[in-house]
């Protein structure tokens, strides 16, 4: 057990593994003790990322149109969400997005293709793009993102030049078969073990607020940390209309930030990022949550809008973060922050027009 939340971050920095007793107390824990695991969750955060947040960009190569059921997902077969829908993208379609991504300050690109898995077809597609980015940004890193893997797709993306790839586990175990039924869990965990061990980086991470318990989201985290994930994204379920999860709303701010402290006491060096669904979930907390997550997803994610990618900037550099690699290779200026003029008042007390209430 632990004396208060601080010694509890002091035993990860001492090389302790959070265990599940320990787990339950951060999820369960009252609203008026979430400031403080926050800001003992912050210590760890800092000894390993330092004030540096890692900015990604999401670049949907194809859009739509799997034949796969994720319950979640506005793509999956039968969705009626009204979202884009294409095949491949042109190369120079790609790159045009992936270079407005690095222009925005992003230092990851996240290549991602609807579907169950690549063809050699499409890793031939994906392997140009990243040939010609890499050519051109050789410091930014590509995550491939293309469904599951099948024997030497790993290693032929690896030669390619890819750097990580996605797959995310999603949520635990247990509760896989309630959220999809075309593919398992274990098909889940096999392509991130194959990326592994192609030696790309495995970024793995869960979408939470589908109806998961928190010994539920317990199994998700620690099955990333045993898998040893090195990007965790946190995303927070979306419900997308014409989706089986559309009036699946469950999530609060304070919940969501007990969530990321928990993937950051579970996994304190890895790279914990606040995803899909920030806005929505967290609304104005999403600042605060930079204090657990190193890193975000800069402006859209794949079929939904997201922030205004200058409203991400200008939030990092209000808390007093720094974009990383911004200033090694000096991509960026600095984020001019908006500085609203003085409104002068003419509605509620002395006029004819409805107060701000
Ligand atoms: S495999 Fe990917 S794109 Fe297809 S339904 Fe599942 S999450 Fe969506």
Redesign the pocket.
């Known amino acids: 057990m632990f004396k208060d939340w601080f010694d509890l971050a002091q035993q990860q920095l001492d090389g302790g593994e959070l265990s599940r007793e320990d787990a339950r107390a951060i999820l369960s824990a009252p609203d008026d003790q979430v400031i403080e695991i926050v800001a003992a969750a912050a210590r760890l955060r800092r000894a390993y990322f330092d004030d540096t947040v890692k900015v990604n960009y999401l670049v949907n190569l194809k859009s739509?149109l799997?034949?796969?059921?994720?319950h979640?997902?506005?793509?999956?077969?039968g969705?009626e969400a009204d979202v884009l829908k294409y095949r491949w993208l042109p190369q120079d379609g790609a790159l045009e997005q992936a270079r407005a991504g690095i222009a925005g300050g992003a230092r990851r690109i996240c290549m991602?293709?609807?579907?169950?898995g690549p063809s050699a077809h499409d890793l031939e597609r994906v392997a140009m793009i990243v040939d010609e980015l890499k050519s051109e940004s050789p410091d930014v890193e590509v995550c491939a993102?293309l469904?599951?893997l099948r024997d030497g797709q790993a290693e032929m993306l690896k030669a390619a030049g890819v750097d990580a790839y996605n797959h995310?586990l999603?949520t635990s175990e247990s509760r896989y078969g309630e959220i999809?039924s075309?593919?398992t869990y274990m098909d889940r965990v096999g392509t991130v073990e194959k990326a592994k061990r192609a030696g790309l980086s495995p970024c793995s991470g869960v979408i939470v607020g589908m109806g998961e318990s928190d010994d539920e989201v317990i199994d998700a985290i620690f099955a990333l940390r045993a898998l040893g994930s090195e990007s965790i994204p946190i995303n927070f379920l979306m419900p997308f209309d014409g989706t089986p999860l559309a009036d699946t709303k469950l999530l609060s701010p304070l919940k969501c930030l007990r969530i990321l402290a928990l993937a950051r006491f579970a996994c304190p060096a890895a790279e914990i990022r606040m995803a899909g669904g920030r806005e929505m979930h967290l609304r104005t907390l999403q600042s605060t949550a930079l204090q657990l997550a190193n890193s975000l997803f800069l402006g859209d994610y794949?079929t939904s809008e997201g922030q205004a990618a200058h409203d991400d900037l200008e939030m990092i550099a209000d808390a007093g973060f720094r974009i990383l690699g911004a200033d090694e290779d000096g991509r960026l200026a600095p984020v001019v922050t908006h500085q609203p003029e003085v409104a002068i008042r003419r509605r509620g007390a002395g006029t004819d027009l409805a107060p701000n209430a």
């Not at 799997?66 to 994720?70: G, L, N, T, W, Y």
């Not at 979640?72 to 077969?77: E, G, M």
């Open positions: 739509g799997c034949p796969e059921d994720c979640y997902c506005s793509q999956r077969l969705s991602v293709a609807s579907g169950r993102c469904g599951l995310n999603n999809c075309t593919h794949l």
